[in-house]
């Protein structure tokens, strides 16, 4: 097991300047410690989006909050294990970098500090204007959505939505193309490939769960059914 050694100063100079944020963390840079420093942020996000959904009231039961919490920690900390290594893998193969898996997990682990940054910038946003920026990543059209959550939500909803997806690929093409010396362009490249593989592995997996979910219920009632006999 490697040295763990984590650097919060590092995080804000990641959000602006992460080629000189991840210089400085690169001494000390392990897939342990990037698993950690992971851990960390998506416990604080999990936070930040339990009390956005209480602010909004729709948090539901303490059940569903836990659950919503836990798969909100769980499923970064394997997409990252997943992302690293594959960044690597395609940084070495493709374009001949050092394809360390340690310290791309662990640069891509702090860079988990922007989706935390937006979550706070939403739940002040929320919190003084009262509006909630709509989900616009789904395939729900646009005169539904408008009819639903209104114009204002609608726009505040893309410009997070854009906000986030180019801050991500600036700060994590420069973790990659940091963590493998090789150039920036071609971090970029192996963001976006993975970035899309992961997406598809994830809409896979939560389709599976939305099947064996929607299997359960009836066979829940069967199971019912024979208990009350």
């Known amino acids: 097991m490697g040295k763990i050694s984590i650097k919060l100063a590092a995080l804000p100079v990641i959000l602006l300047k992460p080629k000189q944020g991840f210089e400085s963390v690169k001494e000390s840079a392990s897939l342990e410690s990037g698993l950690v420093m992971a851990l960390i942020l998506a416990i604080l996000y999990a936070l930040v989006s339990t009390l956005e959904l209480t602010l909004i009231e729709s948090a539901g039961s303490i059940a569903n909050l836990a659950l919503a919490a836990l ?4 499923l970064p900390m394997v997409g990252l294990l997943v992302f690293g290594w594959l960044s690597a893998k395609l940084a070495r ?3 001949k970098g050092t394809g360390d898996i340690g310290k791309t997990t662990c640069f891509l682990g702090y860079g988990a500090i922007v989706p935390l940054t937006l979550a706070i910038i939403r739940l002040a946003v929320i919190a003084l204007t009262g509006v909630i920026p709509a989900d616009v990543s789904g395939a729900v059209e646009y005169e539904v959505l408008s009819a639903t959550v209104g114009k204002t939500a609608i726009m505040a909803g893309i410009a997070f939505f854009f906000l986030e997806l180019i801050w991500k690929l600036y700060v994590n093409s420069h973790a990659v193309a940091a963590a493998n010396k090789i150039p920036l362009y071609k971090g970029a490249v192996i963001t976006i490939l993975v970035g899309a593989i992961s997406i598809m592995v994830v809409a896979l997996i939560v389709g599976a769960l939305f099947f064996f979910l ?3 219920a009836p066979l829940n009632g069967i199971s019912g059914y024979f208990a009350a006999i």
Request: aromatic share 10%; hydrophobic share 60%; proline share 0%.
């Open 71 to 74: 798969i909100t920690i769980i």
């Open 214 to 216: 929607n299997l359960a």
């Open 93 to 95: 193969e493709v374009y």
